[in-house]
């Protein structure tokens, strides 16, 4: 059996997870899931998932939610070494830190924003959520002036984590380069690697252009 991964490609932790499979050179069969038609729903996901989100990961015996999960997981299982996600307790631990910080606020204040126009059909974003993300580029500008990536002087998986949140909110709030030139920097850095371009640059745009569209309309 080989690894499954039930997906969306406008979810930006689906496109976390992508991002990992390819990093860590794993084959993987992508399963859509349709979300606005329910299919998440279903008795059959629910054995998957009670939480009924995306991702899944299936690997063998094994079926894991939450996209940092799945991360922490690829990394230990396919990493060729551990300079992705580290042994070493202290730095481990940095890693990990980052991964709740983007599961508890990034992630957070981004789908507050694209829950209420994907799933609930609002046409407007409060102004309240918008500076949301502006803080969040806040905390982001400091943790780089700390480091050159966001949990180390290397990538690891919480650069992963990050940038498909960051580069989903960049295209409904771009980055001013004045106030956060280090986060624009690592953005764009991060945007031209192989495994963006190919596992997560269209499915941000996909969810920036309906964003806008929907905003707009």
């Known amino acids: 059996m080989g690894v499954k991964l039930y997906a969306l490609d406008m979810s930006p932790p689906v496109r976390a997870c992508m991002m990992a499979l390819g990093v860590f050179n794993v084959p993987f069969e992508k399963i859509l899931v349709n979300v606005q038609g329910g299919e998440h729903l279903t008795p059959e996901y629910l054995k998957k998932n009670p939480l009924h989100t995306i991702p899944v990961l299936e690997d063998g015996d094994i079926t894991i939610h ?19 996600y580290p042994k070493d307790v202290k730095k481990r631990t940095l890693v990990n830190q980052k991964l709740f910080f983007n599961a508890g606020v990034m992630f957070q204040k981004l789908r507050n924003i694209t829950y209420n126009i994907v799933l609930k059909g609002k046409k407007t974003i409060e102004p309240e959520l918008l500076d949301g993300v502006t803080e969040g580029y806040e905390f982001m500008e400091a943790f780089l002036s700390r480091s050159k990536y966001i949990a180390a002087d290397h990538v690891t998986i919480a650069d992963i984590a990050i940038l498909s949140t960051v580069s989903t909110q960049d ?9 956060f ?10 945007k031209a690697t192989p495994y963006c371009k190919k596992y997560n640059e269209e499915g941000a745009n996909a969810l920036g252009a309906y964003v806008k569209k929907s905003v707009s309309s």
């Open 171 to 179: 295209l409904i709030l771009p980055i001013d380069a004045q106030k």
């Open 66 to 84: 939450d996209s940092h999960a799945i991360l922490t997981y690829l990394a230990d299982t396919y990493g060729k070494d551990d300079s992705w």
């Open 181 to 190: 030139p280090k986060l624009k920097a690592w953005l764009e850095e991060l």
